[in-house]
């Protein structure tokens, strides 16, 4: 158990919809890390966060949108959902902004 | 944006043999770090290399930086079938930007 927390664990979706990921850092990590999973695209680095301010911007979509609160915690929404949006979706955090990430089980997003 | 890669993408060996893996960077680092991922489950953490450093050790894992061709390589050791999983790199930069990139590279290794 690496301590970072997502929810859901699964989620199942219809076209065009709108969903929010939550994730728990560890206690004490500033630094939350969103990347996407797919089969044919691979593991994605999507956005990190430190202490509430962007760090770092990858391969995200203008339909995703994250954000990381006062208590540290993050939300990614994925809205105008299409098929190829269902993948994996791991958070991970670390203390620092370039020390090792503890990363979370991961919630899958399958888009009907 | 893509910061490198890790080569090659794929790797089988038999158990017992060694496996080298590579990893190539952009950008300069302030350490690199290494991941194991086993199927379906979240990127564990396996070793990170500081900049001042050249070798590191840890267990049968060894992990080597050349920051003049800003690459890194992995070799684990007398591999054993629960080595099987896929192996990604990610570089803490000096911009304070840290990130997994690379399509990693898929271990296999066949008892």
């Known amino acids: 158990d690496s301590g970072v927390t997502q929810t859901p664990k699964h989620l199942i979706t219809a076209t065009g919809q709108r969903v929010t990921l939550r994730c728990s850092p560890r206690?004490?990590?500033?630094?939350v890390y969103w990347y996407q999973q797919s089969l044919d695209q691979g593991l994605q680095f999507l956005i990190q966060?430190?202490?509430?301010?962007?760090?770092a911007k990858g391969n995200i979509l203008e339909r995703f949108s994250a954000q990381q609160f006062p208590d540290l915690h993050s939300e990614l929404n994925l809205s105008s959902l299409e098929l190829g949006d269902s993948a994996l979706y791991f958070c991970?955090?670390?203390?620092?902004?370039?020390?090792?990430?503890?990363f979370g089980p991961g919630t899958r997003l399958t888009v009907l | 944006s893509q910061q490198g890669e890790e080569d090659p993408q794929a790797l089988s060996i038999q158990e017992g043999e060694n496996a080298t893996m590579n990893c190539s960077y952009k950008?300069?680092?302030?350490?690199l770090q290494w991941y194991r991922q086993n199927s379906g489950r979240g990127l564990v953490h396996l070793i990170l290399?500081?900049?001042?450093?050249r070798e590191k050790h840890s267990g049968r894992l060894r992990v080597t930086l050349d920051t003049s061709k800003k690459s890194s390589s992995l070799l684990i050791t007398a591999s054993r079938a629960a080595d099987t999983a896929s192996y990604f790199c990610?570089?803490?930069?000096?911009?304070?930007?840290?990130?997994?990139f690379g399509p990693g590279t898929r271990l296999s290794v066949l008892p």
């Open positions: 966060y430190y202490n509430g301010e962007e760090r």
């Open positions: 991970a955090s670390s203390v620092g902004a370039t020390n090792e990430q503890f």
């Open positions: 950008t300069s680092i302030n350490n």
């Open positions: 290399i500081r900049s001042n450093e």
């Open positions: 990610a570089d803490g930069d000096n911009y304070g930007q840290n990130f997994v």
């Open positions: 206690s004490g990590d500033l630094s």
